[in-house]
């Protein structure tokens, strides 16, 4: 799985003013590999980009990614904003 998370970091990092402030978190279910992507709230913008096209570009490509087995790769932008606070 380290191999998915190198080429999203290869992909946002260009993308992003604060570059060190990215993190992903993995997380399993019975039909995804779900990995978490969150950064600087200013840079979350840049990363969806206008009308979400640069977030989807970036899921098409990380979608692509081949597992051994039936499970799917699936890449969650978080917002920025707290969870239930």
Do not use: C, T, W
């Not at 790769?73 to 239930?84: A, F, H, T, W, Y």
């Amino acid at each position: 799985m380290k191999d998915i998370e190198a080429l999203i970091l290869a992909i946002v990092k260009p993308l992003v003013s604060h570059p060190e402030r990215i993190s992903i978190e993995q997380s399993e279910s019975e039909r995804f590999y779900e990995f978490h992507l969150s950064m600087d709230p200013a840079d979350v913008g840049r990363v969806i980009g206008r009308r979400g096209r640069v977030a989807q570009a970036i899921r098409n490509v990380v979608y692509s990614f081949r597992l051994q087995g039936n499970k799917r790769v699936r890449l969650v932008i978080e917002d920025g904003k707290s969870k239930n606070s």
